[in-house]
């Protein structure tokens, strides 16, 4: 039997979601979890993994055992041996050939951020803090420069090892909050794939742009010849959430 | 002079605003920091307790020094000193006969909890799972019981030493946000001041009333003669955030 699971995480104290050495990860706390549910090993896997300190409201990972536990009552049982930081949302019984990975079709991240003199204390757990203005409407149009199938390549992290850099972005949504002490801004970005800290790094252009330190030109010239040299900072990973995984049918 | 700040802290970690054996102390924190900043010892005063761990989106403060810091720029100085959990939003100087408890009008807290079968870590920080669905037009029902001047002798942690347990509450606001997986509620309440763990009460027993467990005429005799039979209990510290302290006046 194949099952899915869906998953949120603060990332804050983990070093992300694929087991390593060093670091206590979500992938062995949910290993764990499962083995002490299920009484044997299973090996489980995730729509993609999230880095070091990045959030999850919605992953989705996928297992394969036999068990008599009712598909819809792992959630529950499952949490009973996770720490409080990860929580199963829902549990399915999944097609024999879904996989969590390879049968995404779309993934959704948020990344957050607000804009003030002074830090916030209340908001500083999953949002990056900017002190200097940001002209939001620069933000919302670099935000359509990546709109579409594009070559990443300069917005991957180098060293990575993957088949193509090529990844179609169908949405760069911008969504700002206006109060009188603080802006939140909240970016969504939606495609059919991420390369390694691409969300973070294709942000950090776009507040770039927004500050007027790169141009339309600089971006464009980033994603057809893939030059690195007008590419912002990779913003930190606190203010990254995976908000969907989108199968194309409905898992849960 | 006499100067006032703003400021936001997230109470996880302190044993709530007063100075005490122990506990660390946001009141400690915040003199200890005036203290590095200005050379000697000062008073801190607010404007009211908060308790151990609920936070404050912006409490006020003021103190009286004579300091060659113009009053805007002390608030960088002190985060400078401050732990990254207290932030000072704003400085100013103060009227001289200004003072943040006495002169308070108004104060607004907000108590978030979200309703989902599952536990939601990146929500559970700052607001308090239930579990079982809520009525929310009956919530709102509730929250109008408490509006106007009311002896909230019932509503009051017992053993609190006050003059009078008469206060105004001005409104009670319940503002759902609705989502497949998780109801999000924040329960906005404005008095002019309010009683020990008042607010938590006052939520506990809308909780109550909308689950059934409590009557209007509970409620009502709770109010009337003070009895605490028909008072739900006192909902957890970490929900409880307060928003804003009104002087009548623009402080900042």
Request: charged share 25%.
């Amino acid at each position: 039997m194949k099952y899915a699971l869906l998953v949120s995480y603060d990332g804050t104290d983990y070093g992300g979601w694929q087991i390593q050495k060093n670091a206590v990860t979500v992938q062995q706390k949910l290993s764990e979890a499962l083995e002490k549910t299920l009484g044997f090993k299973v090996g489980v896997t995730a729509s993609g993994r999230t880095d070091s300190g990045v959030h999850a409201a919605a992953q989705v990972c996928h297992f394969s055992a036999q068990t008599s536990v009712p598909a819809e009552r792992l959630a529950d049982a499952l949490n009973f041996n996770l720490p409080s930081d990860i929580s199963v949302l829902k549990s399915a019984a999944a097609p024999d050939d879904f996989d969590a990975t390879a049968s995404a079709k779309k993934k959704t991240y948020c990344y957050r951020l607000y804009v003030s003199g002074k830090r916030h204390p209340l908001k500083d757990r999953y949002s990056e803090h900017i002190k200097h203005q940001i002209d939001i409407e620069k933000l919302v149009e670099a935000g359509k420069f990546f709109e579409g199938e594009h070559d990443f390549k300069a917005y991957c992290a180098a060293g990575s090892q993957v088949k193509t850099t090529v990844r179609t972005v169908y949405s760069v949504e911008v969504k700002p909050r206006f109060s009188p002490l603080v802006t939140d801004v909240e970016v969504f970005v939606t495609g059919n794939g991420f390369l390694y800290n691409m969300v973070r790094t294709l942000v950090g252009t776009m507040l770039y742009f927004a500050a007027g330190r790169v141009s339309a030109e600089d971006i464009k010239r980033s994603l057809e010849q893939g030059d690195r040299n007008s590419v912002g900072k990779t913003m930190p990973a606190k203010g990254l959430t995976l908000e969907a995984v989108d199968y194309g049918f409905k898992l849960f």
